[in-house]
């Protein structure tokens, strides 16, 4: 289980959430591990990104993207946490929002914590990975680069993946590449 380096962090988003796919994200919880293969991601950017939450250079709740890359990046929207990894070349701003997962390990916990049996809906949506592995604000800030954290991502096998593209999902106004990979 080799963690994902911060260089791999330090890249243009688009590149690095296309690369995320396959990669396994690492809930700890005390002795218990939670997991899941990433299987959808959306990449952000900057200030000329109108869906990005650093949209116009603002900084309010957002300053974790504009910091070092490999930090967890975590916002609520309608009432749902939504986990973003920082991610971008030196002294720019970016992230990739981790859409999907596909269930790996403690799927049992992860049922209960979104009161559910269907596996194939529990982690099928950025609030609905979120709230399966218990994904809240308290995550913020938190380096996915250090193993020895409650939130990491480790190396996984992308071979059996095609990779897929579109427009991010749910954005009023969007940049006219397309930036969602599953």
């Known amino acids: 289980m080799k963690v994902l380096p911060r260089g791999f962090y330090e890249r243009d988003p688009a590149a690095a959430a296309r690369e995320l796919?396959?990669?396994?994200?690492?809930?700890?919880?005390?002795?218990?591990?939670?997991?899941?293969k990433i299987v959808e991601t959306e990449a952000y950017y900057g200030e000329n990104d109108p869906a990005s939450k650093a949209y116009k250079g603002r900084k309010t709740f957002?300053?974790?993207?504009?910091?070092?890359?490999?930090?967890?990046?975590?916002y609520m929207v309608h009432?749902?946490?939504?986990?973003?990894?920082v991610a971008h070349p030196k002294g720019g701003v970016g992230?990739?929002?981790?859409?999907?997962?596909?269930?790996?390990?403690g799927i049992e916990i992860m049922k209960k914590h979104r009161a559910m049996a269907e596996i194939r809906a529990l982690t099928s949506g950025p609030g609905k990975l979120s709230k399966a592995l218990a994904i809240t604000k308290e995550l913020?800030?938190?380096?996915?680069?250090?193993?020895?954290n409650k939130l990491f991502i480790v190396e996984g096998d992308m071979a059996s993946l095609e990779v897929c593209m579109s427009h991010r999902i749910g954005v009023k106004m969007d940049l006219p590449q397309e930036l969602r990979f599953f």
């Open 140 to 148: 913020n800030g938190v380096d996915v680069t250090d193993v020895k």
């Open 62 to 74: 957002n300053e974790v993207m504009f910091l070092d890359v490999g930090k967890a990046f975590i």
């Open 95 to 105: 992230a990739v929002l981790i859409r999907a997962l596909e269930p790996l390990q």
């Open 21 to 36: 796919l396959g990669k396994v994200l690492m809930r700890r919880l005390g002795s218990v591990v939670l997991s899941g």
């Open 79 to 85: 009432g749902n946490w939504l986990l973003n990894i």
